[in-house]
């Protein structure tokens, strides 16, 4: 009878022991981590780049800040059609004929934000140079030739849009008077396949040579006036002879330095 009851009192017990671990909440078991866990990935101007010495990572250049990449601008929708007229807007300053670094200044820096000054590039007696830096150097034949080579059959490129596009800015950014100067020499500058397409390139040189030539002459017509030149213009007044070959001295230096010519080349011809 003992053993019964022992028996009975270790089944209750069991019985209870069920009983609570039934009432207990389970638990998820915990999650397992894989084997081999990823990498973080790199960041924006990092990439898996070979090492560089001493085990550094080379970074990459970080992306370039302007939406202009090269390609044609597609106009089918509200951005691209952003960015066309963005190429196309006049500059902030109307040019008449006289400032013309602000203009070299303004036309680079489009021409740079729009990814577009290789079509400035022109090929002189086999050597590659930058119009936009030496647009009093190169010939307007040679300007012109690079762009009929652009204009050349049917397809559509960013380098004949571009140019297309910055004519047009050049020709709104024009003071009237200067304007119709520039209008007189169309037939040098449309070069498209309906002859109806300014050549951006070929409007900015014609713009530098009328604005060169324009120079040129007024700096003939200042170095003659040097030339004669005498004391007794002035009564034999030193000072104010000095005075007055000064002022012509400069606004000589002003102008040759607006063409790219040093003042040397000026005192040579002079003397």
Same mark, same amino acid.
């Given at each position: !009878? %003992? *053993? #019964? $009851? @022992? &028996? /009975? =009192? +270790?089944?209750?017990?069991? !019985? %209870? *022991? #069920? $009983? @609570? &671990? /039934? =009432? +207990?909440?389970?638990?998820?078991?915990?999650? #397992? $981590?894989?084997?081999?866990?990823?990498?973080?990935?790199?960041?924006?101007?990092?990439?898996?780049?070979?090492?560089?010495?001493?085990?550094?990572?080379?970074?990459?250049?970080p992306p370039s800040l302007s939406p202009y990449n090269g390609t044609v601008i597609q106009t089918y929708n509200k951005r691209g059609m952003?960015?066309?007229?963005?190429?196309?807007?006049?500059?902030?300053?109307k040019f008449d004929g006289k400032d013309l670094t602000t203009l070299v200044n303004e036309i680079s820096e489009r021409a740079s934000y729009?990814?577009?000054?290789?079509?400035?590039?022109?090929?002189?007696?086999?050597?590659?140079?930058?119009?936009?830096?030496?647009?009093?150097?190169?010939?307007?034949?040679?300007?012109?030739?690079?762009?009929?080579?652009?204009?050349?059959?049917?397809?559509?490129?960013?380098?004949?849009?571009?140019?297309?596009?910055?004519?047009?800015?050049?020709?709104?950014?024009?003071?009237?008077?200067?304007?119709?100067?520039?209008?007189?020499?169309?037939?040098?500058?449309?070069?498209?396949?309906?002859?109806?397409?300014?050549?951006?390139?070929?409007?900015?040189?014609?713009?530098?040579?009328?604005?060169?030539?324009?120079?040129?002459?007024?700096?003939?017509?200042?170095?003659?006036?040097?030339?004669?030149?005498?004391?007794?213009?002035?009564?034999?007044?030193?000072?104010?002879?000095?005075?007055?070959?000064?002022?012509?001295?400069?606004?000589?230096?002003?102008?040759?330095?607006?063409?790219?010519?040093?003042?040397?080349?000026?005192?040579?011809?002079?003397?």
């Amino acid at each position: !009878q %003992q *053993q #019964q $009851q @022992q &028996q /009975q =009192q +270790q089944q209750q017990q069991q !019985q %209870q *022991q #069920q $009983q @609570q &671990q /039934q =009432q +207990q909440p389970q638990l998820p078991p915990p999650p #397992q $981590q894989p084997p081999n866990p990823p990498p973080n990935p790199p960041g924006p101007f990092f990439a898996a780049q070979p090492a560089a010495a001493g085990g550094a990572q080379m970074p990459i250049s970080p992306p370039s800040l302007s939406p202009y990449n090269g390609t044609v601008i597609q106009t089918y929708n509200k951005r691209g059609m952003d960015l066309y007229n963005d190429v196309k807007k006049a500059l902030s300053t109307k040019f008449d004929g006289k400032d013309l670094t602000t203009l070299v200044n303004e036309i680079s820096e489009r021409a740079s934000y729009t990814n577009c000054r290789q079509i400035f590039r022109v090929t002189v007696n086999g050597i590659q140079q930058d119009l936009l830096t030496s647009y009093g150097e190169i010939p307007l034949v040679d300007t012109q030739l690079k762009g009929r080579l652009r204009w050349q059959g049917n397809a559509v490129t960013w380098a004949r849009q571009a140019s297309y596009l910055i004519g047009l800015s050049l020709l709104e950014s024009l003071a009237p008077s200067f304007k119709t100067r520039v209008i007189q020499r169309k037939s040098d500058y449309l070069l498209g396949p309906s002859l109806n397409e300014p050549d951006g390139p070929t409007v900015f040189k014609i713009i530098c040579s009328l604005v060169l030539l324009a120079h040129r002459n007024t700096t003939q017509l200042l170095i003659n006036r040097l030339r004669g030149l005498r004391p007794s213009n002035y009564a034999n007044n030193v000072t104010q002879y000095n005075i007055q070959f000064i002022q012509l001295q400069d606004q000589i230096y002003a102008l040759h330095w607006m063409m790219g010519v040093h003042m040397f080349t000026v005192t040579m011809k002079v003397l």
